[in-house]
């Protein structure tokens, strides 16, 4: 066994040091999730635009709030999001940066008074660190239930708007959506990057070579596993490092749990690279394959929330899913490593299956 370990990790030695020498291939690997980075920072601190991103959670059952539903889904400047359907739904989504704000109409919310006028309060919910978004809704709602107050009674007391944060502990949109951006280029450099990589050298007849030495296919799928683990790291400190110089991340979890974290969820996304390219015979066979396997994890970054509660839970155990999750609940809630037993224990699985189905299928030429 000693002499085994030993292997990997000079193997993994060998591999880093010709990778590092290959510099243009060091360059892009090291570009690719900084770009990406910043493209999606910049569209997450957009300042706002035409109109405003709501969602409208309506507890009243009586007929002017229901008008009032209908009169503010016909306001230009409003985009309502008619599939959300809870207050927890609508803040974790304007949590990710999905709506500006929230509009709540208690369940007393249109009851007539003893004169006949529908009175009530329509809560509006900002971001503690976009309070300007909270205050320019207010003054559209408040500007709309002034006309209507006006017409029902002449004056403009018993339709009013209330301002409430939503408390996020002073947490931006970007602080939501960093967990996503590490996630996707995770997924990107662990199945694309490699899975090519097994392929080309097995054109060129170098592992036809090593194949004549007493080294084994599990000492080589571990070592390059090592290898990929020390750039996937560098890859993740310098988009962290960017973060926070360039958007200022607010980063409230504790950094070991982060840093063992996504050495968990590197190895695992890079398992599935390793799978790909040690069983394809060539990058025609390798590059449809990734892209087979790694689409339907993408696609869970975009349609998730649209999708019905049954494919939602299968989704839920993809393994980008409690790799995004886990990360976002370290960084944004705090939690420790010890929190997060489920999505430790889906990875977990999914870890020694890629990496089983690696070494098992591995084909030298």
């Known amino acids: 066994m000693k002499r085994y370990i030993y292997t990997v990790l000079v193997l993994c030695r060998t591999l880093s040091i010709r990778f590092v020498r290959d510099k243009v291939a060091l360059f892009f690997t090291m570009l690719f999730p900084l770009l990406f980075l910043l493209v999606f920072g910049a569209l997450n601190q957009r300042a706002g635009g035409a109109h405003f991103d709501v969602a409208i959670i309506n507890h009243s059952d009586t007929a002017f709030a229901k ?17 959300i359907t809870s207050i927890d ?3 974790e989504r304007m949590g990710r940066g999905d709506l500006d704000s929230i509009l709540e109409l208690p369940k007393e919310f249109g009851q007539t ?3 006949g006028v529908p009175t009530g309060q ?3 919910y900002y971001e503690e660190s976009n309070p300007q978004t909270g205050q320019t809704l207010a003054g559209i709602i408040k500007q709309s239930l002034e006309s209507t107050n006006y017409k029902l009674t002449g004056n403009v007391d018993p339709l009013t708007v209330q301002q409430k944060s939503t408390k996020t502990a002073h947490l931006t949109s970007f602080d939501y959506v960093f967990a ?17 990589g097994f392929p080309v050298e097995k054109r060129t007849g170098r592992l036809r070579r090593l194949r004549a030495t007493p080294l084994k296919a599990s000492q080589l799928v571990l070592a390059t596993a090592l290898e990929y683990l020390l750039i996937g790291l560098a890859s993740t400190t310098l988009m962290f490092v960017v973060a926070r110089l360039v958007f200022h991340f607010n980063m409230r979890g504790d950094y070991l749990s982060f840093i063992v974290f996504m ?19 060539n990058e025609n066979q390798s590059a449809p394959l990734a892209n087979l396997v790694a689409l339907p994890m993408m696609g869970v970054f975009f349609l998730r929330f649209l999708m019905p509660d049954w494919l939602d839970k299968i989704t ?12 976002r609940a370290i960084t944004t ?4 490593l010890f929190q997060l037993g489920s999505e430790l224990l889906i990875m977990g699985v999914w870890t020694i299956v890629i990496y089983v189905i690696a070494i098992k299928f591995f084909r030298w030429e």
């Open 316 to 327: 839920g155990y993809l393994p980008v899913v409690p790799l995004v999750n886990g990360v």
């Open 180 to 196: 996503s951006v590490l996630g996707f280029t995770t997924v990107s450099l662990g199945i694309f990057g490699m899975a090519n």
């Open 67 to 83: 008008q009032f539903v209908a009169s503010t889904k016909n306001n230009k400047v409003l985009k309502v999001y008619n599939n």
């Open 113 to 115: 008074n003893d004169t």
């Open 333 to 336: 809630e705090g939690k420790t």
């Open 263 to 281: 050495i968990f969820g590197i190895l695992l996304m890079f398992g599935f690279g390793l799978a790909i390219g040690g069983w394809a015979k």
């Open 89 to 91: 739904q609508a803040k």
């Open 122 to 124: 329509v809560v509006v």
